[in-house]
């Protein structure tokens, strides 16, 4: 199958390239990027004109977790403690596999709709979810979450371990990674175990971190640490790790999680509504720490829009260090593309847009009052377009919108 877009407005993300290029033509073959350039001449089974419209590299959601759909806007007036305890675990308890099946396929529906095409996942019966991410169509890393607060350890360690030897759902568009809930979740003993069966099969590592100042005492009680990173000093030197939140951070948490090469998944909206605070984004960026974007599950950060997601993490940054000149649109728009395709180790594949990699890359229609006029168009994207502006969706070559 061979679809041309023809004259679009082009943002590649792709540092080879110009930032912006107007007037190009991209060739998708199958589910590659087959050629950029002007004027393409080829023989193709289907045209997109995509005259006066702007094609970007679809968003890479780093932190989610896809069957929280349902349980959009059930925690205002929580901490996030509370809100675990009373409110989320009792109900995940009762959900059925169709629940979760159900759940991810409207999760996956409003990732198509505002412009995300790949998101990392962490839940559990995930069966159902890969099922539904193969029905959708969407890329997605996921895995069987870890913890063992509960006494329930070993068991979800052998599951994981089950998923990551098994057919299920075996596509390339999916692809397992270890994820272990939370140090405040975790044992140290446990947490060892989590590790290493990420360096056993070289698989990426994902975990939830100082996502507030309660969990910052529980690990430096539990753990017997001056430092949260202390934990990940000791543990994560050979494993290629996405902690998400990372809100309450000193200046040694950031100068070692610098030579762990961790990188961050950033869920603004999530932090704010839990009353998390605000991360030091800025300061983990000029540490030069890989920070990518990410929703968190819809409970806490509502929506999929990654948009949405890029707004406030510049008004964020901007307002809180009191400086206009931080997080300049087209660094945040990186964000939300490429630096999530370097935290997942899939730069070579997804990210920007350039011939090779796959065809993964969403066509938005600016052409409308709030975002007219146009005088700067990464500003435009950052701060004035929403989901609702994506026309058109395409995960590994096929238009899912
Ligand atoms: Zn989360």
């Excluded at 790790?241 to 000193?250: E, F, M, P, Q």
């Amino acid at each position: 199958m061979k679809l041309l877009i023809k004259n679009c407005n082009l943002i590649s993300v792709d540092s080879n390239r110009d930032k912006y290029e107007e007037g190009i033509d991209i060739l998708i073959e199958n589910d590659i990027i087959k050629k950029i350039g002007k004027n393409i001449d080829e023989n193709v089974e289907k045209v997109i004109d995509a005259t006066n419209k702007v094609v970007m590299p679809g968003f890479i959601n780093t932190h989610a977790h896809v069957p929280m759909s349902i349980f959009k806007e059930n925690l205002d007036g929580y901490t996030l403690q509370e809100w675990l305890t009373q409110k989320i675990w009792p109900a995940e308890a009762k959900l059925t596999d169709e629940d979760i099946y159900n759940a991810s396929i409207l999760s996956f529906k409003e990732m198509i709709d505002t412009g995300t095409t790949t998101i990392v996942d962490m839940y559990f019966m995930q069966n159902n979810i890969i099922k539904a991410a193969v029905d959708s169509g969407v890329r997605i890393e996921l895995t069987r979450t870890l913890m063992d607060s509960d006494g329930e350890g070993d068991r979800k360690l052998k599951e994981l371990e089950e998923l990551i030897n098994s057919d299920i759902g075996r596509n390339e568009n999916v692809t397992i990674n270890v994820g272990a809930h939370a140090l405040y979740t975790c044992s140290e003993e446990y947490l060892k175990k989590a590790i290493d069966l990420a360096n056993k099969y070289n698989l990426n590592f994902q975990m939830h971190f100082c996502e507030n100042s309660q969990e910052v005492l529980d690990i430096k009680r539990d753990y017997n640490v001056n430092n949260p990173a202390d934990v990940l000093e000791k543990h994560l030197k050979n494993t290629n790790s996405i902690l998400a939140h990372c809100v309450k951070l000193t200046d040694k948490d950031i100068e070692k999680m610098k030579e762990l090469n961790i990188s961050v998944a950033h869920c603004p909206v999530s932090n704010l509504k839990l009353g998390c605070g605000i991360a030091r984004i800025n300061d983990l960026q000029e540490a030069g720490i890989n920070v990518a974007l990410g929703t968190d599950g819809q409970g806490s950060g509502s929506s999929l829009d990654m948009f949405e997601v890029m707004k406030f993490t510049a008004l964020l940054q901007k307002g809180v260090n009191e400086n206009p000149k931080q997080m300049p649109a087209y660094e945040v728009i990186k964000m939300a593309t490429i630096n999530g395709a370097k935290a997942l180790r899939m730069e070579d594949k997804i990210g920007s847009i350039a011939e090779g990699k796959k065809a993964d890359l969403i066509i938005l229609n600016l052409d409308t009052s709030v975002v007219n006029p146009i005088n700067d168009i990464f500003a435009s994207i950052v701060y004035n377009t929403k989901g609702s502006n994506v026309e058109t969706t395409i995960i590994n070559g096929k238009i899912l919108k």
